[in-house]
């Protein structure tokens, strides 16, 4: 939907561009001044509200391009809403995306970044711009000065975020690389979900572990078969990258989980503490991979982490925490086991020319020689690519204190089981 052409009334773009500076460049001890002043100046407008509307959109609307130029992508803005503000800016968040997408075609954006816009259901549902705020408010049931502290809130949030490490193209430019699944990918995908949906639905842990351990096997042939693939074509891949978020509580644990998804894939984790996502580097096929795989072992963690229950000392103080940190880590540990076994058991099958079908079965081909040479080259292209996105990278180290939450975790994970379901994880 295009912008709605109309007349604004004389400086109203700097009344909003005057507000939201004075909040943004207010330091910490004089933001509620700033925001208290800023919002009176906004709300006071009450004949000129819609000029209003449109131009607090209009400056949103550059803030929000300047985020995506410095390396920011749709889920990322929403993330540091949700982890700083509330729901309400979480509404409006997600309506501001949507304003600024107007500006680009749908053939101009990658997959990922579609993705992202329909997870957030990012749609621009007002008629035109004047209108935008009078239908928030009402939506929301806020009057003019609680909207417009929200949104000078919000803008602030957004105004201080520093340049991040880029994940795919910018908005507007052409992606760099077909915007949908590569062919042959969703056929793959739909038989590893009914793998693991089969996984979970079973009451026995052999089986599940069976399960899991084919529906691995299988992303690692899809790997190892793009691996070929790009070996033979004049222009090989490069790698891409994505981010998922990780939050607290046990953020380091969830951060050691995807490293071990991430890890039998063939993709490498960054972890960004401070902003709460990890960037995942790899090719196009793995990276796919690892979300599905990691989505479904938190959300099965995280079940499991709760019906193991809480813990006490002797003396009674909780030991709650330390438990489920402990339980976390190990079940991250013996994940990594498991999904390790099935890569090497794809691989070797492979080099030996025994090909793993979709449907489960296996054929008898020619070994091919360029197998490990390619699949080491796409290692090195990671690392490579790591490299330069990522020149200065520390270890992490986490601490496990509780051996019965140790126990615990690597039992859960031996009876794991995946599927492709997302969820929101709470502790």
Request: charged fraction near 25%; glycine fraction near 8%.
């Amino acid at each position: 939907m295009g912008r709605h052409k109309g007349e604004r009334g004389p400086g109203m773009d700097g009344l909003v561009e005057r507000a939201a500076h004075q909040v943004i460049g207010a330091p910490a001890e004089g933001l509620d001044l700033a925001l208290d002043t800023g919002a009176s100046l906004l709300a006071a407008s009450a004949d000129r509200w819609p000029e209003v509307s449109r131009a607090v959109l209009a400056f949103a609307e550059r803030t929000v391009a300047r985020a995506w130029a410095g390396g920011w992508r749709p889920a990322d803005l929403a993330r540091v809403v949700r982890r700083g503000l509330g729901p309400v800016h979480q509404a409006l968040a997600v309506d501001l995306i949507a304003a600024e997408g107007r500006r680009h075609p749908a053939a101009t954006l990658d997959r990922r970044w579609q993705e992202q816009l329909r997870e957030l259901s990012a749609e621009v549902w007002w008629e035109g711009d004047e209108g935008y705020l009078p239908g928030f408010a009402h939506r929301h049931r806020l009057d003019r000065f609680a909207l417009a502290t929200t949104a000078l809130e919000l803008l602030r949030a957004w105004s201080h975020l520093p340049p991040i490490a880029p994940v795919g193209p910018v908005p507007g430019a052409a992606p760099q690389r077909p915007s949908g699944p590569v062919q042959g990918e969703p056929r793959m995908l739909s038989r590893i979900r009914a793998l693991l949906a089969k996984a979970e639905s079973t009451e026995y842990p052999e089986e599940a572990e069976a399960l899991t351990a084919k529906a691995q096997q299988l992303m690692a042939q899809h790997s190892i078969d793009e691996a070929l693939l790009a070996a033979a074509r004049p222009a090989a891949d490069a790698p891409a990258a994505l981010r998922i978020g990780v939050d607290n509580p046990y953020e380091g644990p969830k951060t050691m989980l995807l490293d071990a998804v991430a890890a039998a894939n063939r993709c490498r984790v960054v972890w960004a503490k401070e902003f709460g996502f990890c960037t995942i580097v790899g090719f196009d096929p793995d990276l796919d991979a690892v979300e599905l795989l990691y989505t479904s072992l938190l959300v099965q963690a995280t079940s499991a982490m709760h019906r193991a229950g809480s813990r006490q000392h002797l003396d009674g103080a909780s030991r709650t925490k330390s438990f489920r940190q402990s339980f976390l880590v190990a079940y991250a540990a013996r994940i990594r086991e498991r999904l390790a076994a099935a890569t090497e058991q794809a691989t070797s099958d492979a080099a030996a020319g025994r090909h793993l079908r979709e449907d489960g079965s296996s054929e008898q081909l020619v070994p091919d020689e360029r197998l490990l040479p390619a699949l080491a080259a796409r290692e090195e292209a990671v690392d490579g690519t790591v490299g330069r996105m990522f020149p200065k990278l520390t270890a992490q180290r986490v601490r496990v204190s509780d051996g019965e939450g140790w126990a615990a975790g690597r039992a859960a994970a031996d009876r794991a089981s995946l599927h492709g379901r997302a969820g929101a994880i709470r502790s």
